[in-house]
């Protein structure tokens, strides 16, 4: 049992590793996304940038967004197995965060956060290893990092890959015999999962179908969807403010970058709260979107682009029934998080006021 515990903590410290080099990345990036999209034009394709210096600011955000997953992996793995896991971790993360095969589906933070833990433990059990001195030298810069990667990169791509894309197509199909049954249903359905791995692969299958959707000339799904876009973020940022004795200094000053980037629709400024504390934080947005979902169902918003949140409000139908439906999402979502947060401790306290 104590064997137990220790492993739960050492995963909970490479958590929240991961977490911490990762933060400058997702703020960096997101809020220079945000500040691109300001001059960006909602179109069917999505926000279309045409100021050239607002392009290549976009540019540079996307290079910080294609960063911060296999960051995320890679300091997981060195948490668990020290320098050795770092060149497994990126890569892993990486592979992760990027389409693989014919159906291009990518497995984003959780499969990064997956992969980082198993090429932790895979590379430190790889250092137990007895090996000729000869060998000792060349174990952590050659041997480790290439069989590693090598077997749980085959791993990620035969084993992992494959039930992601069984998923998303079950998914698509299960989305759309509900459509046509009841539109309530289907937007607390919809709402429930559409952020729940904040843009891996069962967002992106939410996105296809509502694309899909559109092409048919049918636009409410969108609508429902990208009124939650942004409700994650956005949630996390309100319940820092409501309820300060449960979140750190840290998470508040964080909390603000996430808020604008829920503003703008960028949902993934939640990602390094929900990897801290899935348990709590994952269920409180998960209620938070279906709520936003249903409101809009409810006021009839329809969305004609590929993007969500305030940005959007230009285009969507019944605009009124888009902004209470995202605050009104955003604040269970807050409330919830607030709840079930555990206050903080005297300890949590001390080590703060370290930093």
């Known amino acids: ?34 500040f691109s999209l300001m001059g960006g034009t909602p179109t069917a394709t999505g926000m279309k940038i045409t100021i050239p210096f607002l392009n290549n600011l976009n540019i540079i955000s996307k290079a910080g967004f294609a960063m911060m997953v296999p960051v995320l992996g890679g300091y997981i793995a060195y948490s668990i197995a020290g320098r050795p896991g770092l060149a497994p971790g990126f890569i892993l993360g990486f592979l992760a965060n990027n389409p693989i095969g014919d159906t291009a589906i990518k497995s984003g933070f959780l499969g990064a956060l997956l992969m980082g833990i198993l090429a932790g433990y895979f590379v430190k059990w790889m250092k137990s290893w007895k090996v000729p001195n000869s060998l000792k030298a060349i174990m952590p810069i050659l041997i480790i990092p290439m069989i590693s990667t090598f077997v749980l990169g085959m791993f990620y791509i035969y084993v992992v890959a494959g039930p992601v894309v069984s998923l998303s197509t079950a998914l698509i199909g299960f989305l759309t015999n509900l459509s046509k049954q009841n539109i309530i249903i289907f937007a607390i359905v919809l709402g429930l999962i559409c952020e729940i791995d904040m843009g891996g692969p069962i967002t992106k299958t939410v996105t296809i179908f509502t694309i899909a959707m559109m092409a048919e000339g049918m636009f409410a799904a969108n609508g429902m969807y990208r009124a939650a876009v942004g409700v994650p973020p956005l949630a996390i940022m309100l319940s820092t403010m409501l309820f300060r004795d449960r979140w750190t200094d840290g998470d508040r000053t964080a909390s603000k970058s996430a808020g604008i980037m829920g503003f703008m629709g960028i949902t993934e400024g939640a990602i390094p709260f929900v990897v801290n504390d899935l348990k709590h934080i994952l269920p409180s947005t998960m209620i938070g979107c279906a709520v936003a979902t249903v409101i809009a169902a409810l006021g009839g918003v329809t969305s004609p682009v590929p993007h969500g949140s305030f940005i959007t409000l230009p285009v969507v139908t019944n605009p009124l029934w888009f902004v209470v439906a995202i605050v009104a999402g955003s604040l269970v979502g807050a409330i919830l998080m607030g709840i079930t947060r555990p206050k903080l401790t005297t300890e949590t306290k001390l080590e703060q006021s370290k930093e």
């Open 1 to 34: 049992m104590e064997k137990i515990k220790n492993e739960l903590k050492t995963l909970q410290k490479a958590l929240m590793t991961g977490v911490s080099y990762m933060m400058p990345l997702v703020v960096a990036g997101g809020i220079l996304m945000a």
